[in-house]
């Protein structure tokens, strides 16, 4: 287990998912964890690689959420199917590492669970919580824009955008919390481009925001609605599916065929809303969610 990876770590692990990338068609890890792994960690990171040999077969890494402990799992797909040993194994001591961290709630997605990911979360504690669903509609939509946006200053609009964020996403265990650092990991991505950021105002500051991001490398090329939120005072005003359309837009702009966004399973209105407009299930990931004791009081 590793606090902070390695140099060589880091290259043994990024190899890793990449070649699990590229048989799923998508990097295995979120962007939350991925952020905390290739900018060296924040408290709160642990990584657990398992070997054979020289070759690194699996991963497990442990990142701070907002009040919460989120943990993922990669396994090389060259081994055998399933979670078998290595991914037990794996679970099982993130697990204990969170113990010996004094405990805490733990939260283990998984990217569309088998019989086999909830039997192994039924045995450390972990049971299926939320659900997590991802949309997708061809592009574009053919329905007209009716909302005024305007691009994202990196200069100037982080404060206005955190403030929506946090107010829009108070208690998520991945989106809420969101500080300038947060905001600033993602702006130094590859993918980051302000244009496809928009912000809506109303009365003098921003109401709302669509903040998209291009998958370019994917099969098919995918643009995703990556962050949207309104704030609260700005409620009842129809500004998620207006936010929404204008993203689509933009993406469709940019010579993307395909739209794409993550929605709570149980966000009835949200899911009601996108299908609305053309969006369809085209995967479910599920959160396995427990509360880890304090090792120190055993």
């Known amino acids: ?8 770590d880091l290259t043994a692990v990024t190899d890793l998912l990449s070649t699990v990338g590229t048989v799923d068609g998508e990097r295995p890890l979120s962007d939350h964890l991925w952020l905390d792994l290739v900018h060296g960690g924040r408290p709160g ?50 697990i204990a590492v969170v113990g010996d961290d004094g405990g805490g709630t733990v939260v283990w997605w ?20 939320r659900s997590l669903l991802q949309l997708r509609r061809p592009l574009p939509t053919g329905t007209p824009v009716d909302i005024t946006t305007r691009p994202f200053e990196p200069g100037s609009d982080v404060d206005a955008v955190l403030a929506v964020n946090n107010r829009a996403f108070a208690g998520h265990a991945e989106q ?21 950021f928009l912000l809506h105002e109303r009365d003098g500051r921003v109401a709302g925001f669509c903040w998209t991001k291009l998958h370019e490398a994917t099969e098919p090329p995918l643009g995703e609605i990556y962050v949207i939120a309104v ?64 090792a120190r009081d055993r």
């Not at 086999?116 to 919580?129: K, M, N």
């Not at 809420?176 to 496809?196: N, S």
């Not at 359309?245 to 949200?270: E, K, Q, Y």
């Not at 899911?271 to 407009?277: C, F, I, N």
Request: glycine share 14%.
């Open 45 to 94: 990171f642990a990584g657990i690689l398992v070997h054979d040999g020289p070759a690194l077969v699996a991963y497990a890494q442990l990142s701070q959420g907002n009040e919460s402990r989120q943990l993922e799992v990669v396994l090389d797909p060259e081994r055998s199917g399933g979670l078998g040993d290595d991914g037990a194994a794996l679970l099982e001591r993130a």
């Open 110 to 129: 998984v990217h569309g669970p088998s019989d086999e990911h909830e039997r192994l979360a039924q045995s450390v504690g972990l049971r299926a919580d």
């Open 1 to 8: 287990m590793r606090h902070r990876l390695s140099s060589d």
């Open 231 to 294: 704030d609260p005072d700005f409620h009842g005003l129809g500004l998620g599916k207006a936010l929404t359309l204008a993203g689509l837009a933009s993406i469709a702009d940019r010579g993307i065929g395909t739209g794409m966004l993550f929605v709570d399973a149980d966000n009835v209105a949200a899911r009601s809303m996108y299908e609305r407009l053309g969006f369809k299930v085209h995967r479910t990931d599920v959160a396995f969610v427990g509360e880890v004791g304090d």
């Open 176 to 196: 809420g919390g969101w500080d300038a650092e947060t905001l600033q990991r993602r702006q130094r991505e590859p993918w980051f481009d302000p244009c496809g």
